[in-house]
């Protein structure tokens, strides 16, 4: 086992090689140069040279590229562009916000999710499965900055219920909590949706199985059976999809953070991209690969603990 | 008698704990901090900067005019070089940094020009600083220079900061922790999250602000961040945001129209470089439509490029109205009788309805526009590059000479790559002149240059401003908490 996971790291870490190289590619590829966005208009030409040339923009791509690398190799990945702030304490600092808004967001789906899969399956073909389906498949189509903006016009602007905006004070709990309500609201209305369809589709499926009938036979509880023996089967593909879910929210969280205005990895490398703040984004992006592929192998290794099938294969 | 006690000083603590003050805070929102050093950075910063910073003489109110501040008195000498400060006393800097003193404005003032920082073109003409005592300093220039009070001083190339805190620090600390003898100060900054101050206990002056702590975040949508009670008020740089405003419920916006507004037409393009082209398309503009459909209702039409109630106001401009048939008479002297393709630079981000209109106007005579879309940052970096047609603006300053200056030869920010030596010559004359009225004259005639070279068209003025929730905050008498351009000063708000 320690060999195939070994071999998968491999494979991760040259994934993590070529998007890295891929999205710096891109980057440098954007119209506009940081010296002009960030300067004042009056700035004079000289001014702007004398910018540039100290950011190393002057220098060939391949030159640039290859100081880049040299530089991570040795751990300085670079400095806030105008204000020469380091780096990588910045984004880590931004880490932690996304980490608590995917993890809750991601487990809040799978509970409720996971509640009306079994609740749609107790219920099969009547009136609230069909309900559930129609809504499950709404909230699939539901796009997050969509659910964003209209949670926050009815329970903040509407109804005053909730902030905007912001993540409460430091130290208050009670508002850092009100603050998180809306953001994992409209990260997880579709992903409760999907794995609602999940957990109904998977029970479905065991629901006619042999050992089921058997066990149905013995006269035990529809209930015990749906929740002892049929909802294991689910945790397999519900591992796969909850943690390469929430590796995806790690760096995908920027609309979320964007509009409720939340510190976080996604919105700080949107807005690095924006300033072409070069460094940033580069860091911003590689944190956020290494996080991918740490929620991938995690997959692999509960998957492989869960299903003893995994092991043997 | 014990339990008694203990149970009376629990209720009298718990008595106290709910009357005590609850702290005053003021929620606003910014453009994004770059960097604290305020001599580097564009105008949007002065909503934050304006609580930390301040300057020797500042703007009256709203007007053009100035008040002493940091500086108690001047005295300008005979022939108009030197300019003697003396300035108050006992001005204490944040993070105990001690006084305020004549090496810190001659500090402030130098490296500007030292360090070629972006603001060095506003001090070019200056010679020295020189501190004479303590509390006295001299500006000394190399020749007279009427934009030391007009644009120098009141504004970002005049604010100033402490020589031992820049020093100690260096630049790169600096700009986490800046230090300025304002109302308050900084106590912590997110990148691109939130900026919170705090008040500053040892100010020296009379507090306008009376506010515990302000806090800056950066919303995407700061409409509904007010609406939703989260924001108390947002500058705001747009006809479409002020209009919003003023529509939404418990909400308004109060503004300044001082930037103005124009199709810049490229002069180096290969077909624009001939000025019948350029005439072509002034002619089919329909710039009334424009403004109409594009200025929402707030922004109303211009012939010239300073705006009125300033000096150089050009009050008799041409009025140019639509007119298709000199359209096709300037397009046959071009020699393109069918019309001509050119490039137009779109900003996304501001899905500028003018962007249809003119594209709609000039497609009636033949002329068809290329229109590239692009973001904001991209937008700002393709504008100078003088291969474009586009709908721009630009902010104004109470200085006609601030407004016109863009379009110097070789001008970085001259978007259409305009190049007249007598354009040039009549602004470096302006630069030196101190005479109102001449100085006024000599503004009207660059502009009057500019437009017999239809070097751009005017549409009008657009608004710099505030949204703000009713009954929050106050912007005062003329509404004086927006400086002359419509930038907002924050320590001059009054919260309800």
Known sequence: MLKYFGKRLLVLLSVLVGVVLFVSTLTYLIPGDPATIILSQRATPEVRQKLIHELGLDLPPLVRFGQYWWKIFHGDFGYYMLSGRPVLPEVLSAVPYTFILATVGIFFSLFIGMVLGILSIYYKDTLFDHILDVLSATALSVVQYVAALGLMLVFSVALDWFPAIGMGDKGDIVGQIRHLVLPVLALSISWIGYIQRIVRQVLAETLFSEYVKTAKSFGIPRRRIIIRHCLRNAVKPLVTVVVTGWGALLGGSVFIESIFARKGLGRLIVTALTQRDYYVAQAGIMVAVVLFIIAVMLAEIINAVVDPRIRLE | ?496
Not at chain 2, 160 to 180: D, H, L, Q, R
Not at chain 2, 417 to 443: C, P
């Open chain 2, 1 to 496: 008698m014990k339990r008694f006690s203990v149970l009376v000083i629990l209720l009298v603590a718990a008595s106290v704990l709910a009357f005590a003050a609850p702290e005053k805070v003021l929620r606003a929102t910014s453009t994004w901090q770059a960097s604290f050093d305020t001599a580097s950075v564009g105008s949007g910063n002065i909503p934050v900067h304006s609580l930390i910073y301040e300057w020797l003489v500042r703007y009256k109110g709203g007007t053009a005019e100035v008040e002493p501040w940091l500086a108690k008195s001047w005295e300008v000498s005979k022939d108009g070089t030197t300019v003697t400060f003396r300035l108050q006393q006992g001005v204490q800097f944040h993070k105990g940094y001690g006084e305020f003193t004549a090496d810190d404005v001659k500090f402030s003032i130098e490296r500007i020009v030292k360090e070629k920082l972006p603001e060095a073109e506003t001090w070019k003409n200056l010679d020295r600083v020189e501190v004479v005592d303590k509390y006295t300093v001299k500006l000394i220039m190399k020749s007279p220079t009427p934009t030391i009070f007009t644009i120098a001083l009141p504004f970002q190339a005049g604010q100033i900061f402490c020589k031992k805190a820049v020093e100690e620090m260096g630049a790169s600390a600096f700009n986490k922790t800046p230090v300025g003898t304002g109302p308050f100060e900084m106590t912590s900054f997110e990148v691109g999250q939130s900026i919170t101050l705090t008040k500053f206990a040892k100010y020296w002056g009379k507090r306008t602000l009376d506010a515990d702590k302000v806090v800056f975040s950066f919303p995407s949508d700061p409409l509904t961040a007010l609406q939703a009670g989260d924001l108390d008020f947002a500058p705001v740089y747009s006809a479409l945001n002020i209009a919003d405003g003023k529509k939404a419920a418990g909400l308004d916006a109060v503004f300044r129209l001082t930037r103005f507004w124009w199709v810049s037409l490229p002069c180096t393009d290969p077909i624009l470089k001939d000025v019948n082209a350029r005439k072509a398309i002034r002619a089919a503009l329909d710039i009334d439509a424009i403004v109409k459909v594009a200025g929402f209702g707030i922004a109303p039409r211009g012939y010239a490029m300073v705006p009125p109630g300033l000096p150089g106001y050009w009050k008799d401009a041409p009025k140019y109205s639509r007119d298709l048939a000199k359209a096709k008479e300037f397009l046959k002297a071009a020699g393109y009788p069918n019309g001509f393709t050119v490039p137009f630079l779109a900003n996304s981000n501001t899905n500028d309805p003018a962007v249809e209109i003119i594209r709609q106007n000039l497609a009636e005579v033949g002329i068809k526009l290329d229109v590239n879309s692009v973001e904001d940052s991209t937008y700002w970096s393709l504008a100078p590059t003088g291969k474009y047609i586009t709908i721009i603006s630009y902010q104004t300053l109470p200085d006609a000479g601030y407004t016109l200056c863009w379009f110097v030869s070789d001008q970085f920010w001259n978007t259409m790559k305009w190049s007249n030596k007598q354009f040039d010559d009549l602004y470096n004359k302006g630069q030196m002149t101190m005479d109102k009225n001449e100085r006024a004259q000599i503004h009207i005639k660059m502009q009057q240059l500019m437009d017999d070279d239809c070097a751009m068209a005017y549409v009008g003025y657009l608004p710099n401003g505030v949204i703000y929730r009713k009954g929050a905050v106050d912007f005062g008498p003329n509404n004086e908490a927006l400086l002359v351009n419509g930038v907002v000063d924050t320590s001059r708000i009054r919260m309800k």
